[in-house]
């Protein structure tokens, strides 16, 4: 019996699965924009320095990550970006409240441990 390695098909699916669903949380944050002071600042950098944060940690990385670009790269400020929304945003909140944010983080945590996989531009340079 031949012996299968869906390693770098369950990596593509993590990849475009998580980063897909970030997009969902990112994308909204786009039109504040144009009021950026109504943005919260968990980290004391200011409303606008942190919402171009999250948008760089909801939106632009998980382009790349779909897409399979420098991935570890753009791992990192997606699982820094979960990491700030479960341990910062809802520090007080219950497990439950956490879970998404925990959630995201892991994913991403793995990507940057494993890279994209052979499924991405990143694979294609191998």
Same mark, same amino acid.
């Given at each position: 019996m031949m012996k299968r390695?869906?390693?770098d098909l369950a990596l593509l699916i993590l990849r475009v699965g998580f980063g897909g669903f970030m997009l969902t949380h990112g994308i909204p944050k786009l039109s504040m924009l144009s009021n950026p002071s109504?943005?919260?600042d968990p980290i004391g950098v200011g409303p606008t320095i942190s919402l171009?944060? $999250?948008l760089i940690g909801e939106v632009l990385a998980p382009v790349l990550l779909i897409i399979g670009f420098k991935t570890k790269w753009a $791992?990192?400020?997606a699982f820094i970006t979960?990491?700030?929304a479960a341990f910062v945003i809802? $520090?007080?909140d219950d497990l439950a409240t956490k879970e998404h944010a925990l959630l995201f983080f892991i994913a991403f945590l793995v990507l940057f441990l494993t890279g994209a996989g052979k499924y991405s531009i990143d694979g294609m340079k191998k």
């Open positions: 390695n869906f390693t109504d943005f919260g171009i944060l $999250a $791992a990192i400020p979960m990491f700030v809802h $520090a007080k």
